[in-house]
């Protein structure tokens, strides 16, 4: 009789009752942050990184030193600030990952959130390159001779030249058409560059490995979601700031420091009448506060919904902020010491981006009194800046994924299943990049995919949704039903009119002033190179136009009618206490006319008098 189903002895008919699903077969909950500083930590790992160190300082020295903090302070405070807030209070108001999100407060725009799951899946594979070149170097800073600081080396060419010291230790000076063994390093050992994107080439089997181990460790460290997550960024987050600190007293006690301080914050007030000066401040904000890429979203909705996430985000923007301006106090005062002792003027030495990190850096660390220490100490900063940058990102795709698809992805290991997933892909595309001609691949990724362009369009669809669409008064009313009180009414205004305002014409400029890639200043791509940086960079915008004609296509009704089915938020979003009382109210009114009425029948129903019959 085992074979037979159990019968339920009091419904009073032969159906079997409902199997209750066991523990591991049942799907599991979404989980939240186990306290505030895992929330703060998450956040700050994700929008501290790279950026913040290689790309901040270096535009402050090209762009009018102490006056380029006017335009970047004006972007930071009509987008930045207001941009970075909305995102992480909509994550923690709808519980929800980047797409789903925005599904719930106005379906007809959607496609935001399709939009920046694609810009992040795009930054998936090829923004952890840099953590494969830099665990790559930091292989080979664990020896007593740098392996870039002489040119007595198998990749080296006869016309490498050594570095030309004040102190005279090293004799050679560097001839016009000489190459410096620092470049030779990067270009002929670690990047086994070709002559072009047309000739892809071999892989280079060194930074394949190195790529491997980066995925590896990005795996381990979100894998369990937040619980993993919340644990690793401890760690992962506040140590670059303790290397951070290192480097930068080290820094400031070298010869030649103050010249290169003075550089970076000189302040050149004629500079602002470029409006070149004004573009890189506002793709600076956007760049380094991570915003429009859905992390935001994702890192909020596992607060508990009341977390005051207002004093949060003000926090950490000042942080992020705060950080960028004291990097370039170390990186500055170091690249002051090299000019120093190269006897060349600062604009020689001053690089930005993968430049500052492989070429610039090492070979003032090669200059160094106990040079392999501070080595491995600057790459070690660079690993653990961009680890977290990219744990999240990742984070952020997976979240997206699994919020729409709870069903299937909220069941024992089938999470942890997907990331890996997406890590062997991601793996996988980010292979092209490790090529001899992987590098040109890497500069189009960079230049169109994760654009200022792509963000800042979808900056101003973000906005324009929250603050006419959903209606900012409305949202106003949810954060203060959150965090107890109404936030600053600035923001509210920014929402409504300069944020947009200002992405817009910004985006506008951007497409106006557009010049072509180019690497290196002088490798010129072919037409179907840049053709494929067009795709990369209209892949994300084009989401937001397609869906929106995509969902009015398939709604039925009259367009008027489908425009407002479209626009109205979704009725399971958390209650308001206000909303709650009304709907409250309106039940106990009901309550008090079915009182009033006669008794019931004896059949159940309720007597008529003639003012309510319409007989």
């Known amino acids: 009789m085992e074979g037979l189903p159990r019968m339920d002895p009091s419904n009073g008919d032969s159906r079997p009752l409902d199997i209750v699903p066991s523990t591991e077969e049942r799907m599991k909950e979404r989980g939240q942050w186990s306290n505030k500083m895992e929330f703060v930590l998450s956040v700050a790992g994700e929008i501290i990184g790279l950026g913040n160190v290689w790309r901040f300082p270096y535009l402050c020295y090209k762009n009018g030193g102490g006056a380029f903090f006017i335009p970047y302070l004006i972007f930071l405070f009509t987008c930045g600030i207001p941009v970075f807030f909305l995102e992480t209070a909509l994550g923690q108001y709808t519980s929800e990952g980047g797409i789903t999100c925005w599904r719930k407060i106005s379906p007809l725009f959607e ?13 998936n594979f090829y923004y952890i390159i840099v953590l494969a070149w830099a665990i790559f170097y930091l292989s080979h800073s664990f020896t007593w001779d740098l392996p870039w600081a002489s040119c007595n080396n198998s990749w080296n060419t006869d016309s490498c030249v ?33 002559s072009g994107i047309d000739e892809i080439g071999t892989l280079n089997w060194d930074l394949v490995v190195c790529l491997a181990i980066a995925w590896t460790i990005c795996y381990f460290c979100i894998w369990k979601g937040v619980k993993s997550t919340g644990k ?20 400031i006690t070298l010869p030649g420091a103050y010249r290169g301080i003075q550089f970076y914050l000189y ?30 979203t994702a890192l909020g909705s596992y607060n508990k919904y009341n977390n005051n996430c207002y004093r949060d985000c003000l926090s950490l923007c000042f942080l992020n902020s705060g950080t960028s301006f004291v990097a370039g106090f170390a990186i500055f005062s170091i690249l002051g010491f090299m000019s120093y002792e190269q006897n060349v003027p600062i604009s020689e030495v001053a690089e930005s981006g993968p430049g500052l990190a492989f070429i610039a850096y090492p070979r003032a660390v090669s200059m160094m009194p106990f040079s392999p220490l501070w080595a491995c100490f600057f790459f070690i900063m660079i690993v ?12 952020s795709l997976v979240t997206a994924m699994v919020d729409m698809y709870p069903a299937t992805f909220r069941r024992k290991n089938r999470r942890e299943l997907f990331i890996l997933l997406v890590a062997i892909i991601s793996f996988l595309m980010g292979l092209i990049m490790l090529t001899e001609g992987g590098m040109y691949v890497f500069q189009l990724f960079d230049y169109y995919a994760a654009s200022g362009m792509c963000l800042l369009f979808v900056a101003v669809f973000e906005t324009v949704c929250v603050a006419w669409v959903y209606g900012a008064d409305r949202f106003y009313d949810n954060i203060e039903d959150m965090i107890g009180y109404r936030p600053n009414a600035l923001m509210k205004y920014c929402w409504l009119f300069f944020t947009p305002a200002t992405c817009f014409g910004t985006f506008a400029f951007s497409l106006i002033k557009y010049t072509p890639l180019k690497y290196n200043n002088e490798y010129i791509y072919p037409w179907w190179g840049y053709g494929l940086g067009w795709v990369l960079a209209l892949s994300s915008m084009l989401c937001i136009p397609c869906f929106v004609a995509y969902k009015l296509y398939i709604t039925p009704g009259t367009m008027k009618e489908r425009v407002t089915l479209l626009t109205t938020a979704s009725t399971d979003l958390p209650k308001t206490k206000k909303e709650q009382e009304k709907l409250m109210s309106i039940f106990a009114a009901d309550g008090d006319r079915l009182r009033q009425r006669a008794a019931p029948t004896k059949d159940g129903y309720f007597p008529v008098n003639e003012k309510e019959s319409h007989c």
């Open 162 to 194: 050594e570095f030309q010291r004040r102190n005279g230790t090293i004799h050679q000076s560097p001839s016009e058409n000489g190459t410096s063994p620092v470049i030779e390093f990067w270009e002929r050992r670690v990047l086994r560059i070709s």
């Open 384 to 395: 653990f800046l961009g680890l977290d940058s990219q744990f999240v990102c990742v984070e």
């Open 232 to 251: 690793v960024v401890y760690f992962t987050a506040t140590f670059p700031y303790f290397m951070l600190i290192i480097l930068l007293i080290r820094g």
């Open 267 to 296: 302040p050149d007030l004629g500079r602002l009448s470029d409006p070149q000066v004004w573009m890189d401040a506002g793709t600076q904000i956007f760049f380094s506060y991570a915003i429009c890429l859905g992390c935001l």
């Open 111 to 123: 496609g935001v959130g399709y939009a920046t799951q694609v810009i992040v899946a795009l930054l």
